[in-house]
């Protein structure tokens, strides 16, 4: 029997005497793709806020089973679409291409906004992976921030004009001993390691650095010492809008008059603790004072002022009803500690382990002071302004060592295009450096 893949070839005067007796013929590969096509089962995982406009999509407005594709399966092995909708974070990589490996054959990777696609918007990002598609492949980019639920039935519909395309004769998915699984990238102490696949995925050529300037990012002279002097030198009078009914004023003298001797400096409308071994100490007077009763630490947030660290604390009182009062505490940029207000304040414990974990504050005391976002291993506090981020481009001797054990050969000219591309990087750094500044 000959295999015919275009319906056209078929004789039109057979074709037309057997639909008079009601038999219809077609090729084999239509009826197979057709069937495929028209029940597509997502992946149901979100990332990001593309996630929402994915969402969006199954109701009733938009009804992604006029599409046959209404059914998201909770578990990869019932699924053969993977949706990844947002950004990807260096954490979650590894999950995602697990979850890859997981789904059964036929399957179909669409990546749904810039996140997904490239890092978008945070593409410098110490956390951000800059593209799924550095670790498998992906079959349907969507392109927006985020895109509309209608651009991504416009690639679900480009999905199945792929589907359509496809023979079953040279379906890779029916050769033998096929294995597409790919590795599964480890967290390393600056990234991920390999930075990517280079069986999936090899670098851009140079132009395409100068679209952005990310390989060092650098911040430490924006901000100047002076600066801060001067606004020291000219404190805020704090007026009634402030802390509520509560003035700034008012409450530092009360800490003078009830700790003598304590060391308290009035910078704009906060106050600044210059002892962080009195925090504690002041904490707890700020909470049962009467007068005060500021009973609900809202925040905890860091602040790197280049000649030292600052944790900034925001007190408020649910039952008096005013706040917030602003407490600052600097500390060394290097092994800077600060004695921890969980015993005062529960809420503290994970802000601490942020303000840790991105500034490398360490809060004496905590009870379980380790990374919140980034993962154990990791070297260095990306908040800083001296972190120095690696170009995730190139590949290095740990990455290349990491592919290699895996059976997965680079050439030379692979690792000379990366080293290029990295020295592009540092030229297109140094020439947006010269580039003169609106005065």
């Not at 210059?274 to 630490?297: C, G, I, S, T």
């Not at 500034?359 to 919140?372: A, E, N, S, T, W």
């Not at 260095?380 to 972190?387: M, Q, S």
Request: aromatic share 8%.
């Amino acid at each position: 029997m000959k295999h015919t893949q275009n319906i056209s070839e078929i004789d039109p005067k057979l074709r037309e005497e057997m639909a008079g007796r009601n038999i219809f013929i077609t090729s084999l590969d239509f009826l197979y793709n057709w069937g495929r096509r028209s029940s597509i089962w997502p992946m149901q995982f979100g990332l990001a806020c593309c996630a929402i406009e994915m969402i969006a999509v199954a109701c009733a407005r938009y009804d992604i089973a006029r599409f046959g594709a209404e059914l998201f399966r909770a578990s990869p092995r019932q699924a053969d679409l993977m949706i990844v909708s947002g950004t990807v974070t260096k954490k979650m990589a590894p999950n995602v291409v697990r979850l890859y490996n997981q789904m059964p054959e036929p399957k179909y990777v669409l990546t749904m906004g810039a996140c997904a696609i490239s890092g978008g918007p945070f593409v410098d990002g110490y956390n951000v992976l800059r593209g799924i598609d550095r670790f498998i492949p992906v079959d349907v980019h969507i392109p927006g921030c985020p895109p509309r639920p209608e651009v991504l039935l416009h690639g679900l519909m480009e999905l199945q004009k792929k589907i359509d395309s496809q023979s079953i004769l040279k379906a890779d998915w029916y050769k033998k001993n096929l294995k597409r699984e790919y590795p599964i990238p480890e967290l390393g102490p600056n990234g991920l390691v390999p930075k990517y696949n280079p069986e999936v995925w090899q670098p851009f050529k140079t132009n395409y650095r100068k679209l952005h300037y990310g390989h060092v990012i650098r911040t430490g002279k924006k901000l100047r010492a002076p600066d801060l002097e001067k606004e020291e030198n000219s404190p805020k009078d704090a007026g009634p809008e402030d802390c509520g009914m509560l003035k700034v004023q008012t409450v530092k003298n009360g800490l003078e008059l009830r700790f003598p001797g304590i060391k308290l400096k009035l910078i704009r409308d906060s106050i600044l603790l210059e002892d962080p071994q009195d925090l504690l100490r002041v904490a707890l007077f700020l909470k049962e004072a009467p007068e005060l009763r500021l009973d609900y630490l809202s925040s905890i947030t860091a602040s790197d002022l280049v000649t030292h660290l600052e944790s900034v604390y925001h007190f408020y009182s649910m039952k008096e009803k005013h706040g917030p009062l602003t407490l600052r505490v600097r500390v060394p940029r290097k092994d800077g500690h600060i004695p921890s207000l969980v015993p005062v304040f529960k809420s503290a414990e994970y802000q601490e382990r942020e303000a840790y974990d991105l500034f490398g504050i360490v809060y004496d005391g905590h009870p379980d002071l380790r990374r919140l976002f980034l993962w154990e291993g990791f070297e260095g506090h990306p908040l800083l302004k001296d972190y120095e981020q690696e170009d995730s481009d190139v590949l290095e001797t740990a990455d290349i060592e990491w592919l290699e054990a895996r059976g997965i050969k680079l050439n030379d000219e692979l690792k000379h295009k990366a080293r290029e591309l990295s020295e592009a990087g540092v030229r297109a750094i140094a020439e947006k450096a010269a580039e003169p500044r609106p005065a």
